[in-house]
C-alpha cells in the first residue's frame, strides 16, 4: 500500500480493488473525498449525510462507506502549502472511486484550473454528465421531461489540449512560418491554436460510450461532430468510432443506415442503435426532438458546449451531475463552482453533488442506495421543499436551508 505524507489511511474500511476493469467492492470500501472550497463545505456535509443514510438503509446498516477525507485547493494550501498535493494524486487511483466539491481557481500566478489538473494528471478521460428532469424544477421549454440523455465528453484533447500560441510571440511566427512551408498562409497577425484529435482518444470514450449504453439497456448512441467542416480531426472522430463500434461491438450494435435499409426503422431486440449528428444540429435537435437523443459521445469542445445547453433545457446546472472518469479511476463531482458569496450560509443547493455521489453508488454497484436518494430528491422537488434557487423559481414553494433540504430527501427515501 502507498505510504502518505500527511494522510492516514482509515482503518475501519476496506480498499476497492480491481482486475481486468472489474471493481471488487468491499462492504465499508474506503472512499476518498474532497470537500471542495466555498459552498463546498456546505454541501459536501449535506450530500454525506443522504449518502451515509441511504447505504444505511438500503441494506440494513450491513454496508457502509467510509470516507477518506483528502485535500486539494484551499484546504490543501492549507495543510501542504501547495493546491494539489502529491497524496492527493496518489489516493485517487488507488481507492479508484473519489467524490468531490467545487474548487477554487487561484487567480493570478499562471494557475492552471485546479480540475483541468486533476482531470489531466490522472487521465480521467471522460467527462460524463447524465441530464434528466425533475418534475417540478421550472425549465424553459415545454417538455422538459423528455430529457434523458447521458453525455460522454472526450477530456484530455480538442483545442481543450492548450496548444496554443500568443499572436506576436516568436514561436507563433515560428508555427505561421512553418505552415508556409506547408503550403498553408495564413495572417502574420495571428495567434495560432492546434486541434489534436487521436484514434486512442476517440476508441477509447467511444467503447465508454457504447457500453454505458449496453450494460444501462440505452437505446442509442450519438456522435456529435463537425465532421463536415474538420475533416480530420471532428469527421476522423465519427469514422474512428463507427469503425470501434464494429470491431468491438458488432453483436450488440447497429448502425441507423442499417436500420433503415434492413429493419425499415425498427431497432432489432437487443441493438443499441450507432447514429451520428453534426454539431450544429444537434444542438437544434436537442431542443425540438430531445427524445430521440440518449446516450451521447462527442469530442471536448462540442461537449463543452452540449452539456450546459441540455442542462439549461432541464433547469440549470445547479441540478446536473458529473464525473470524470479514467481507465484507474473515476472523480465523481459538482459541476457548478464554489459560489463564494453563499460559503458557510448553509444555502446552496446540495444536489449536483448529491447527484454526482449518486453516480458514485451506480459506478460501485450499490443501486439500491442510489435510487432511494433519487426518490428522495424526487419527491422533496414535488413537495416544493427547496433551496432558494428552486425557490424562486417555483409558486408557493418553501425555501430550505441546505441542511434542511438534506433532512427532507432523507425523510423521503
Ligand atoms: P459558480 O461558483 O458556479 O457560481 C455562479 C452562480 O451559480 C452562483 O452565484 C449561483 O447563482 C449559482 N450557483 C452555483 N452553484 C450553486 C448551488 N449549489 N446552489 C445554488 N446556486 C448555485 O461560478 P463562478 O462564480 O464563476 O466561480 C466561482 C469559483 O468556482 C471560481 O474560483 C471558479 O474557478 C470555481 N469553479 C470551480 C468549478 C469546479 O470545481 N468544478 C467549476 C466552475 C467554477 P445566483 O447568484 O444567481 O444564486
Request: proline letters at 4%.
Amino acid at each position: 500500500m502507498s505510504t502518505f505524507e500527511k494522510l492516514e489511511i482509515p482503518k475501519d474500511g476496506e480498499i476497492i480493488s480491481k482486475k481486468n476493469g472489474v471493481l471488487s467492492v468491499p462492504d465499508q470500501p474506503i472512499v476518498p473525498v474532497i470537500e471542495g472550497d466555498g459552498i463546498g463545505r456546505d454541501i459536501m456535509k449535506a450530500t454525506r449525510r443522504v449518502i451515509d443514510k441511504a447505504v444505511e438503509k438500503a441494506y440494513d446498516a450491513q454496508k457502509k462507506i467510509v470516507w477518506f477525507d483528502i485535500y486539494a485547493g484551499e484546504r490543501a494550501n492549507e495543510e501542504y502549502g501547495e493546491w494539489l498535493p502529491q497524496d492527493t494524486l496518489k489516493a485517487i487511483p488507488l481507492f479508484h472511486a473519489a467524490l468531490k466539491g467545487p474548487l477554487t481557481t487561484p487567480v493570478g500566478g499562471g494557475f492552471r484550473s485546479l480540475n483541468v489538473s486533476l482531470r489531466q494528471q490522472l487521465d480521467l478521460y471522460a467527462c460524463v454528465r447524465p441530464v434528466r428532469h425533475f418534475e417540478g424544477v421550472v425549465t424553459p421549454v415545454q417538455k422538459p421531461g423528455d430529457m434523458d440523455v447521458v453525455i460522454f465528453r472526450e477530456n484530455t484533447e480538442d483545442v481543450y489540449a492548450g496548444i496554443e500560441w500568443q499572436q506576436g510571440t516568436d514561436e507563433a511566427k515560428k508555427v505561421i512560418n512553418f505552415l508556409k512551408e506547408m503550403g498553408i498562409e495564413i495572417r502574420e497577425d495571428s495567434g495560432v491554436g492546434v486541434k489534436p484529435i487521436s484514434v486512442t482518444g476517440t476508441k477509447r470514450i467511444v467503447r465508454m460510450a457504447i457500453q454505458h449504453a449496453i450494460d444501462h439497456n440505452r437505446e442509442s448512441v450519438t456522435m456529435v461532430h463537425k465532421g463536415n467542416i474538420m475533416k480530420y480531426t471532428e469527421g476522423a472522430f465519427r469514422d474512428w468510432g463507427y469503425e470501434l463500434a464494429q470491431e468491438e461491438f458488432t453483436e450488440q450494435v447497429i448502425a441507423e443506415s442499417d436500420l433503415w435499409e434492413q429493419h425499415d426503422g425498427e431497432i432489432p431486440e437487443g441493438k443499441v442503435v450507432i447514429k451520428d449528428r453534426i454539431a450544429d444540429s444537434m444542438l437544434q435537435q436537442i431542443l425540438t426532438r430531445t427524445s430521440e437523443y440518449d446516450v451521447i459521445v462527442t469530442p471536448n469542445l462540442n461537449g463543452d458546449y452540449l452539456s450546459d445547453a441540455c442542462a439549461a433545457q432541464v433547469g440549470g446546472i445547479g441540478m446536473a451531475p458529473g464525473a470524470n472518469i479514467g481507465d484507474e479511476a473515476a472523480l465523481f463531482e459538482a459541476t457548478h463552482g464554489t459560489a463564494p458569496k453563499y460559503a458557510d450560509q448553509d444555502v446552496a443547493n446540495p444536489s449536483s453533488l448529491i447527484l454526482s455521489a449518486v453516480m458514485m453508488l451506480e459506478y460501485i454497484g450499490w443501486q439500491k442506495a442510489a435510487d432511494l436518494v433519487i426518490t428522495g430528491i424526487e419527491e422533496s422537488i414535488l413537495q416544493k421543499r427547496v433551496t432558494y434557487d428552486l425557490e424562486r423559481l417555483m409558486e408557493d414553494a418553501t425555501k430550505l436551508h441546505t441542511s434542511e433540504f438534506a433532512s427532507a430527501i432523507i425523510e423521503n427515501f
